[in-house]
Each structure stands twice: as C-alpha cells, then as structure tokens.
C-alpha cells in the first residue's frame, strides 16, 4: 500500500514581515505567518503533522486518505493566497512504500525546491490601471493601503511605535540553530518509517519548546515595549528591539538555547548563530533583515558549530553581502604590502574562541571605553590614519598611550589595560591589532561601531 508525504514551504516570509516598519504590520504579518501552522490542526490534519513550524510542514498520509489529500493540494494554498496576500507558497508531494520514508524526504525536499524556483503571479500583482499604494507600491484598495496590509493590520491588535532607543536605533536579530540536519540524521540512523515519523515529530515539537523558552528567558529584564518576537519558530528566530538590548538579549539566548537543547535533546545540544543589524528605526526594514540573515551566515562560516553572533550598523541601501562589504568598505590594503588590515573583528562568542573574544570581554571593554577621558575618540582617529600610512599609525597610538599617563587621575589606564587583556591576552595599548594567518584584525571598528548605536538608557 502506498503512502504519501505532503510539504508545504513558504517563501519570503522575511519579506512578506517587513514590507513596512509600521509595527501593527510587522506584528500582524507575523501572527498570519503562526495562523497557517495553526490551521493545519484546525483542518483537522493534526495527527498527519510530521513537522509544522514557521513555515515549513510535513503531512503522512496513507493509500485511505488520499482523497483527503488531493482536497488539500488544490484548495489550502488557494486559502492562504486569500488569507495573506503577498505570500509566495509551494507545495510538493512523494508517493512512497513502506520502509522508504527517509528516502521519500530527501525527494520532498528537491521537489520543493524545483517549485520554489517556479514563478508564482501573487493575488496582488498590479497592473498600470491600479493606482499603487505609497508605501508598498501594491494595488491600493483602500485608505492608502493594499489589500495585504489591511490584512495584516486585521491580524494585529498592536498599536505601539517600533523599539529603539534615544539614538533613534533598532536592533533586527536573526538567529538560526547550527549542525540541526546532522542532528537528526543521527537520531534518524537505523530507524524505520513508525519511528522516523515519531522521532521527526518528537524532535520537532521538542526543538519549538527550546527556541521558545530560550527566547523568554533571554528577554526576562527587557521591558515588553523594547522587544517583540517577529518569526520563533523550530530553530528560526527573528526580532526586533532597542538597539540598547540586542547583544545582551543575543547573549543570553544563545546560552539558554545551548543549555536546553543539551537538556532536551541531549547529543551534546545544539549551537547557534546571529546576526544583528543596527539601524536607524525608520531605515527601509528589509534591508536590514538581509543583513542580518547575512550577518548570521559569516558568523557560521567561522564558528565550526560554536554559539556566536556578528553585528553591523547598516546605513546605505547598497548592500548585497556582508562578504562584499568587508572587502569594500571595512579592509585596509596599503601599497607594495600583501597582508590585509580588517576594521571587524568578529564574530564573538559564548566563551573564548582561538584569537576571537567572547560577547561578554566585548561589553566590558566597551563599558571601559565609555567612560569619562577614554581614549576612544582619539582611536577612531587612528583608524583613519592606518587607512593611509601604517608608520605613522603606530607612532599615533605609542602618543595616545603617553597621554593616557599624563591623564592618568581622569582615566584610569589599568582599567583598560585589564579589560583589553581579558579581551585578547596579545592586543597592546601600542597595536591594537590581532593576528590570524597574514593578515590583522582590530576590535576597535565593532567596538565605535556598537557605542556609536547604543545610548546606555537601559
């Protein structure tokens, strides 16, 4: 008898989220987003679910419910398209026999894949005889709105302004789970089709208890107005809040996610990784979500499965990839000299990592640093005198040193000292640099960068 495994994607849900920055809209996006995971149980599909969350289902159903199925596969998108316009929905489905489901996954997946790669005319496609909303340029159907919007607005009982703090900044975060596909086909090793769909929806059900409860204890000393929960789903986590708690709130999830994950899942727990973008709370919001998704997928290429997060303050709209940027905008090449300067010097992690620093030596050198008479304002000039000569660069911080003897009853230069050693044991008063490989890395770009946005109005 044949059985069938049923996949539902949807597409640009961060998109979908931040058409605007009106938070009655983010807010109503994301509670339509949670509504279509909701209306598979309400369908009456619950005991079908293999995985139902953010997004992303999986329904098993046998040779006796395939009439159920083929109802569902022509009428549930249709459903969702009226619900939520601007969502883009693919669906795929695997007849397989008994003993092949590991296999019927993997076919899933490539046939979601080649159907999201399809294109898909959205409900609200405009056509030049529409007149566009402002601030969508979608079809306006009323009070300046389009019809996805008003949906939205429906979907939200928010009336609060977006999170950020006397600077006027905002904080998107996007964390995403490490090493999960690894994870599960471990646990999946060996089992057949009964087990394999009660481990997937063990593990699901499970992984969604984690992400949430880790998201509640990291936001525990966060005023409810400064942080709001955008997409918290499976390992997927996306959020917007003051830019005054974002590496703090960071911090402490991906701590608590760790620890839960080991205690729930076991096999050592799960890691994760971040990105955060800064940026002024009225910047076009799904640049910023770019940024961060790209921001979280540098920090993986370097962490090897460890927690870490990397942040950046975004001001231009000209951005494709963190990758590029660095190397445009954030590298210093002198002539005649192979080794590179880089003005990041992240990620940072949970705990000391090689020559990389740990979130929480990076919040205490900033604490240092932001006291009266430090020496910060005379780094960011060294910056730019390293971008055009190295020599004199170096002369320039052996003269700041000297005058942070003379000025030694404002500022303490222990104070410094002791955090810049707890930072990394080799970083000098006289260098300011690390060294990996050929080339160097200096803290101080994250370290301007994260005081220029915060205003320490917690």
């Known amino acids: 008898m044949a059985n069938y495994l049923y996949g539902l994607s949807i597409q640009g849900i961060q998109e979908f989220i931040f058409t605007t920055n009106e938070l009655k809209s983010i807010v109503g996006a994301s509670e339509l987003i949670k509504k279509i995971n909701e209306k598979v149980k309400e369908k009456g599909f619950e005991k079908n679910i293999i995985i139902n969350a953010a997004g992303n289902i999986k329904l098993l159903f046998d040779e006796d419910e395939k009439a159920k199925l083929e109802k569902l596969v022509l009428e549930f998108p249709k459903e969702l398209h009226q619900a939520s316009y601007g969502l883009i929905i693919s669906q795929a489905v695997v007849s397989f026999e008994e003993g092949k489901l590991k296999e019927a996954f993997e076919e899933l997946e490539k046939r979601l894949f080649i159907q999201r790669n399809k294109a898909s005319l959205p409900l609200d496609m405009s056509i030049n005889l529409i007149k566009n909303a402002p601030k969508t340029a979608k079809p306006m159907v009323e009070s300046k709105k389009d019809m996805a919007t008003l949906l939205k607005e429906r979907a ?16 998107i975060i996007h964390i995403d789970g490490n090493g999960l596909g690894a994870m599960l086909a471990s646990m999946l090793k060996g089992l057949k089709d009964d087990a394999v769909v009660n481990a997937y929806k063990e593990f699901s059900s499970k992984l969604e ?17 400064e942080i709001r929960d955008v997409i918290l789903g499976g390992d997927d986590v996306t959020v917007v809040c003051n ?55 540098y920090a993986k290429g370097i962490s090897r499965e460890k927690s870490s997060l990397m942040f950046h303050n975004i001001q231009s709209s000209n951005f494709s990839s963190f990758e590029e940027y660095i190397d445009k ?26 020559t990389y620093a740990s979130i929480e030596n990076f919040l205490d050198i900033c604490s240092a640093l932001a006291l009266k008479g430090s020496p910060l304002s005379r780094w960011r000039e060294w910056l730019t005198i390293l971008s055009q000569n190295k020599a004199v660069a170096k002369e320039r911080l052996k003269r700041i040193e000297k005058m942070m003897d003379l000025r030694d009853d ?8 002791k955090a810049l050693k707890k930072f ?10 690390v060294q990996r ?22």
């Open 437 to 458: 490989g050929n080339d160097f890395y200096t803290p101080v770009g994250d370290i301007n960068t994260y005081l220029s946005v915060t205003d320490g109005s917690k």
């Open 243 to 297: 830019a005054n708690y974002a590496l703090e709130f960071t911090q402490k999830f991906l701590v608590s996610f760790e620890e839960k994950t080991t205690e729930i899942l076991g096999n050592g727990g799960l890691s994760a990784c971040a990105g955060i973008a800064f940026c002024h709370h009225k910047y076009p919001f799904h640049y910023a979500v770019n940024l961060a998704e790209s921001l979280c997928s």
């Open 424 to 433: 990394n044991k080799d970083i000098r008063l006289d260098e300011l640099m």
């Open 209 to 225: 208890d984690v992400t949430t409860s880790a998201f509640h204890v990291a936001k525990e000393d966060i005023p409810e107005d």
């Open 156 to 171: 939200s009982l928010e009336s609060k302004q977006i999170p950020k703090n006397r600077k006027n900044k905002t904080a």
């Open 329 to 354: 905008e954030l590298t210093i090449r002198h002539d005649h000299d192979t080794e590179k300067i880089f003005l990041h010097y992240g990620p940072y992690f949970i705990d000391e990592y090689d």
């Open 410 to 417: 404002i500022y303490k230069k222990s104070v410094l000292i």
